[in-house]
């Protein structure tokens, strides 16, 4: 006996191959029906018998495409209509209400790269070839469902033979909605003082003035590159100069793992991060001698480095180059620049030229980074190749817009049991960073059809992010949610992990207001995703000159030196002292005496800081995290001494107080125990500090589970050891895979708690 179903896919089903895939599918069975793309994600009809249809639907979760990805799959039974054949129907939009999930953009596939380099192939060197199965997508759509009509490739009319292989459903190609080739696609141009270069092949001559150590601003799939040769100091150094970046790691591109291994350690994780479709930054172990600069990633033993992802960087680096600087194209805070005329614009004056092409960008996102801590990986930065994939929980939240927190800031929105965390934004101090943070909250909103009853933000009153809550709240009557900058990286930890049950949060990290005004930073929370209490923290020490002491590490370091010894602090004999100017260290003293902007912290990330100052590592720095960076390149390894600390109770809260080890280093110092020794076993105290108050709080709550979050723990020494420490003594411990523990990862955080309240 016949019967007719509905079966509505939802996930990662459009723009993915999906329909040809159902489409020939179907070919095995004896079903009629129709498949066609909704904004629900696929929606299929079949008539047949029950046991045809019910294999047909194993079938399709069993022999899924590549890129696809299904959520759900719901199935209804209709009266029959008498179907006939089964076709492709033109895609619908129903309900105002549903959306379907996007996929984010994929680097070039070994079909597409085996045809980029096959001389008979009508696509031979061409930029912008793509399948089915890879290419750009979440930065080209610019609206759902996903038709070549809703993305930037709609100023492109397909040539008769790409619109064969559009419609030919045997082909790879059929529905790739960005197909083209060069009679009909997007054209590459190479522009040298603002003029077109005519008559020349712009890859080649862009090739031949890298080589001549120039520096080009070359459009890729999120946004420009400033490029140029990694092996040329000169080049290195004058794009250093010019960008106005001091010493703050430069990203590279190789052509393969061959090239790589040059300069680079790689590790079974490393390599699968590196070939990884989403083809992020890997942050990989330096080799001490090779052809790449040093002043790439100067005092680092880590250079951030990717696989070419697009054509065009194929055809650049072919039997080319060991590496090239990669780095975001864009000025010092601003955003990534995806535009031609502003690239034109704002990048005149460090690029000698332009690789441009005319299909637009329109979802700017930079390049992920991640590093493999604990033989698994943690994102430094979340964007490209991952976005606008959705964290999935197993319950629903209300539908909220989470705007972050203010440096490396990232919107979230929650829609059902997921939730959009935007691209990287960056630093919302700058105001092209907070049009863009403006521009992907419309975007966003667009996409994925969410309407926020609730906005969450963080405490901070001064955060641009808090400010536009309040502003957007006036404007739409919106419920506004503030939510504890320490409790939202808890609660990002828990949502990723999925854990609802009350943890032992430990968050580590540079500033996050408190809830009485100090700025804290080295956090013990008991917490589940409504609400917190502070178990524990740092001793609160004065930081003196506020955001200054930030950027000015040996403000912090002098701060812990004065409160422990007093007025004797400038007479102790070390080479910090001798370092110092008197004078400076005699303000310090008088700030901290008369609390002139000097608020207290319990900041872990100013502790580090602090430490690399004292023992001479970075007294001032030029990038969030340096001065904490270089302290962790410095550990020896095989260590596992320790300095003295203590913790004691003080109105119900344990307080750790890091004095001990300051007064210990001193007698190191004066020892002369090597910087590398210093510095391994101020990182192994850190971790036996975590153990033994997590150890205290659980004995007062039997809170077994943990969660680690904060930009601290992405220290790769210090996060080993305390994961290693805590799991010897039986706590399970929950640490951040999907989205950065750093403030990137925040606005899920707020999402969840405003969400769940
Ligand atoms: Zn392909
Ligand atoms: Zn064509």
């Given amino acids: 006996m016949k019967i007719r179903k509905n079966i509505i896919i939802k996930g990662i089903v459009q723009g993915v191959g999906f329909r040809p895939f159902i489409h020939k599918l179907v070919q095995n069975y004896n079903l009629s029906g129709w498949v066609l793309n909704s904004n629900q994600g696929v929606e299929i009809e079949v008539e047949g018998n029950t046991e045809e249809i019910n294999?047909?639907?194993?079938?399709?979760?069993?022999?899924?495409?590549?890129?696809?990805?299904?959520?759900?799959?719901?199935?209804?039974?209709?009266?029959?209509?008498?179907?006939?054949?089964?076709?492709?129907?033109?895609?619908?939009?129903?309900?105002?209400?549903?959306?379907?999930?996007?996929?984010?953009?994929?680097?070039?596939?070994?079909?597409?790269?085996?045809?980029?380099?096959?001389p008979n192939n009508r696509r031979f060197r061409y930029p912008f070839i793509n399948c089915t199965n890879c290419g750009p997508r979440f930065t080209i759509i610019k609206d759902i469902p996903y038709d070549r009509k809703k993305t930037t490739m709609n100023n492109f009319k397909m040539c008769s033979l790409c619109q064969g292989e559009y419609d030919d459903l045997e082909n790879r190609r059929y529905h790739a909605q960005p197909n083209a080739c060069?009679?009909?696609?997007?054209?590459?141009?190479?522009?040298?003082?603002?003029?077109?270069?005519?008559?020349?092949?712009?890859?080649?001559?862009?090739?031949?003035?890298?080589?001549?150590?120039?520096?080009?601003?070359?459009?890729?799939?999120?946004?420009f590159h400033l490029a140029c040769d990694a092996a040329n100091d000169k080049a290195v150094?004058?794009?250093?100069?010019?960008?106005?970046?001091?010493?703050?790691?430069?990203?590279?591109?190789?052509?393969?793992?061959?090239?790589?291994?040059?300069?680079?350690?790689?590790?079974?994780?490393?390599?699968?991060?590196?070939?990884?479709?989403?083809?992020?930054?890997?942050?990989?172990k330096k080799r001490k001698d090779s052809l790449i600069s040093p002043s790439v990633a100067p005092r680092n033993n880590y250079?951030?480095?990717?696989?070419?992802?697009?054509?065009?960087?194929?055809?650049?680096?072919?039997?080319?180059?060991?590496?090239?600087?990669?780095?975001s194209g864009n000025i010092a805070d601003q955003p990534i620049i995806g535009d031609n005329q502003e690239a034109l614009e704002k990048l005149d004056g460090i690029a000698?030229?332009?690789?441009?092409?005319?299909?637009?960008?329109?979802?700017?996102?930079?390049?992920?980074?991640?590093?493999?801590?604990?033989?698994d990986n943690v994102f430094f930065r979340r964007s490209r190749g991952h976005v606008p994939h959705p964290i999935i929980l197993d319950f629903k939240l209300k539908e909220v817009l989470a705007l972050g927190g203010e440096l490396k800031n990232t919107i979230s929105f929650s829609k059902e049991n997921y939730i959009f965390l935007s691209q990287y934004l960056g630093d919302l101090k700058s105001a092209e960073t907070l049009e863009f943070f403006k521009e992907s909250i419309t975007n966003f909103k667009k996409m994925f059809k969410v309407k926020p009853e609730i906005i969450a933000c963080d405490l901070h009153p001064d955060y641009l992010s808090t400010q536009y809550a309040e502003e957007i709240k006036v404007k739409k009557g919106l419920k506004v949610v503030k939510v504890q900058h320490h409790h939202a990286h808890i609660v990002s930890c828990m949502a990723e992990n999925n854990v609802k049950e009350k943890v032992i949060g430990v968050a580590y990290d540079g500033t996050g207001y408190g809830d009485d005004g100090n700025v804290w930073g080295g956090e013990f929370l008991l917490c589940d995703l409504k609400k917190y209490a502070r178990a524990g923290h740092l001793k609160y020490y004065p930081l003196p000159g506020g955001d200054k002491a930030i950027v000015e590490p040996?403000?912090?370091?002098?701060?812990?030196?004065?409160?422990?010894?007093?007025?004797?602090?400038?007479?102790?004999?070390?080479?910090?002292?001798?370092?110092?100017?008197?004078?400076?260290?005699?303000?310090?003293?008088?700030?901290?005496?008369?609390?002139?902007?000097?608020?207290?912290?319990?900041?872990?990330?100013?502790?580090?800081?602090?430490i690399s100052s004292l023992i001479g590592i970075r007294d001032e720095i030029s990038y969030e995290g340096q001065a904490a960076m270089e302290l962790e390149s410095f550990c020896a390894s095989g260590i596992t001494e320790i300095y003295k600390f203590s913790i004691y109770k003080e109105e119900e809260k344990f307080i750790i107080d890091p004095q001990e080890i300051f007064i210990d280093i001193i007698e190191d110092l004066k020892r002369e125990i090597g910087k590398d020794i210093i510095a391994a076993k101020f990182h192994n105290t850190v971790a036996e500090f975590t153990l033994n108050l997590c150890g205290k709080i659980r004995e007062n709550t039997g809170i077994n589970e943990i969660a680690l979050s904060g930009g601290v723990f992405q220290n790769k020494y210090l996060t080993e050891k305390v994961i290693l420490s805590l799991e010897d003594k039986g706590f399970k411990v929950y640490i951040q895979r999907k989205v950065p523990s750093n403030d990137g990862g925040i606005s899920l955080g707020q999402a969840v708690v405003a969400g769940s309240k």
């Fill in 55 to 118: 294999n047909f639907v194993n079938d399709i979760k069993e022999k899924l495409p590549p890129l696809a990805r299904i959520e759900k799959i719901e199935v209804n039974e209709l009266p029959l209509v008498g179907y006939k054949g089964f076709s492709i129907k033109k895609s619908i939009v129903k309900e105002e209400d549903s959306f379907v999930l996007v996929s984010p953009d994929i680097s070039i596939c070994e079909d597409c790269l085996q045809e980029l380099f096959d």
């Fill in 182 to 223: 060069a009679d009909c696609g997007p054209q590459i141009s190479l522009y040298q003082n603002k003029r077109k270069s005519e008559g020349i092949d712009p890859i080649e001559k862009a090739v031949k003035l890298l080589k001549e150590g120039k520096i080009g601003a070359i459009k890729g799939l999120g946004g």
């Fill in 237 to 284: 150094a004058r794009l250093r100069r010019l960008k106005n970046r001091e010493a703050k790691p430069f990203a590279l591109m190789s052509f393969n793992l061959e090239k790589i291994l040059q300069y680079c350690k790689l590790g079974e994780k490393e390599e699968e991060w590196l070939v990884n479709r989403a083809r992020p930054i890997v942050l990989l």
């Fill in 303 to 327: 250079l951030g480095v990717m696989l070419p992802y697009t054509p065009l960087h194929y055809l650049l680096l072919k039997d080319n180059f060991t590496a090239l600087i990669m780095t």
């Fill in 352 to 375: 000698d030229f332009f690789l441009f092409y005319n299909r637009d960008i329109f979802n700017r996102c930079d390049d992920s980074v991640v590093k493999i801590i604990n033989d």
């Fill in 554 to 610: 040996w403000r912090m370091a002098y701060s812990y030196l004065y409160s422990i010894y007093g007025p004797k602090a400038k007479t102790l004999d070390i080479d910090f002292n001798h370092r110092m100017d008197g004078n400076s260290l005699s303000i310090i003293e008088k700030m901290i005496d008369k609390n002139i902007n000097s608020p207290l912290t319990s900041s872990c990330g100013r502790l580090f800081d602090a």
